[in-house]
């Protein structure tokens, strides 16, 4: 297929759901092919089935980003099925230790809320330790593993979905904060480090977007209100809001461009962003 990613081998983590669904989507109406990865292999295999229907390439792999080994897996059956890795996207992740990533009509409702071990006074080392493994470690992993395998090749590009709350703080989530604020930093190491391999590395930081993790939130019309309020485009984001920002940084289009955070927020942090 032709595109602004035509034959270009992509791996989506976390790309069963959400906005990783939508970097599958979008990435292959522009001609990639894709390597759907996620924890869930089913909602990972409906994501590959939809990328086929649709007219594009794609194979779904079950890994859980955290383990070293199952992200080794995901490099290299990706390099068997399509010969090389071109671009990647690591958008697995967890709002919370217990978080579980769900289609819409099977929410149940605001768990987030109903945890008592939110504020950083009772936060459990467990609960902390899966958030950084998932969010922050996992990102590493991938980075590195695909990282060798762009390295032997041609390079590529390589996005890490971080978040607004990587900048500012958000009350209850200190673990989430923290390991997303880690993921920028992370990207900015890997882009100085990674450059001399031909691999560009950059983050997308989402506001508030409208999939599952946000799902036990928006089910809550006050919630979804006051959030609305905030944002000054007044709306919450698309899962393609983010997936065509990620197109973007994968591009060609943005050869020049490494060690970069793009926003898309609808203007919600606009006035702390440097
Ligand atoms: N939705 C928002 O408002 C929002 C805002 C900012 C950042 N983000 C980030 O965007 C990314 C995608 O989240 P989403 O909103 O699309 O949620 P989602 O639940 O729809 O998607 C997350 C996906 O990650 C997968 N996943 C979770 N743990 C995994 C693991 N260990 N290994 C492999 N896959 C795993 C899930 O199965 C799911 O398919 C996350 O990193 C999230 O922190 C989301």
Redesign the pocket.
């Known amino acids: 297929m032709t595109g602004r990613m035509s034959e270009k081998v992509s791996i989506i983590?976390?790309?069963?759901?959400?906005?990783?669904r939508a970097c599958c989507l979008r990435f292959a109406e522009e001609g990639a092919k894709i390597v759907v990865?996620?924890?869930?292999l089913e909602?990972a295999e409906a994501v590959a089935d939809e990328v086929a229907s649709a007219g594009g390439e794609a194979i779904a792999l079950n890994?859980?980003?955290?383990m070293p080994e199952e992200v080794a897996a995901m490099a290299s059956s990706a390099v068997e099925a399509f010969g090389r890795i071109d671009a990647c996207v690591a958008?697995?992740?967890?709002?919370h230790a217990g978080y579980i990533?769900r289609d819409a009509d099977e929410q149940v409702s605001a768990d987030r809320h109903d945890r008592n071990d939110m504020m950083l006074i009772d936060k459990s080392l467990s609960n902390w330790q899966r958030v950084l493994d998932?969010?922050l470690t996992?990102v590493m992993l991938t980075n590195q593993l695909v990282a060798q395998q762009m390295a032997k090749s041609e390079g590529g590009a390589i996005v890490n979905?971080?978040?607004?709350?990587g900048k500012t703080a958000l009350m209850g989530a200190s673990d989430y904060c923290v390991s997303?604020a880690g993921v920028w930093m992370l990207t900015k190491c890997g882009a100085i480090e990674l450059a001399r391999h031909g691999i560009r590395v950059n983050a997308v930081?989402?506001?508030?977007?409208k999939?599952?993790?946000?799902g036990a939130a928006t089910s809550n019309e006050a919630w979804v209100e006051g959030r609305i309020k905030e944002t000054p485009l007044r709306r919450l984001?698309e899962?393609l809001d983010i997936a065509n920002a990620c197109l973007y940084l994968c591009s060609d289009e943005a050869s020049f461009v490494t060690g970069e955070i793009i926003f898309p927020d609808g203007g919600l942090i606009a006035d702390s962003r440097s």
């Open positions: 983590t976390g790309g069963a759901s959400g906005i990783g990865a996620d924890i869930n909602r890994v859980d980003t955290s958008a697995a992740g967890i709002s990533s998932v969010n996992g979905i971080a978040s607004v709350a997303k930081g989402p506001g508030y977007i999939t599952s993790m946000s984001g899962p």
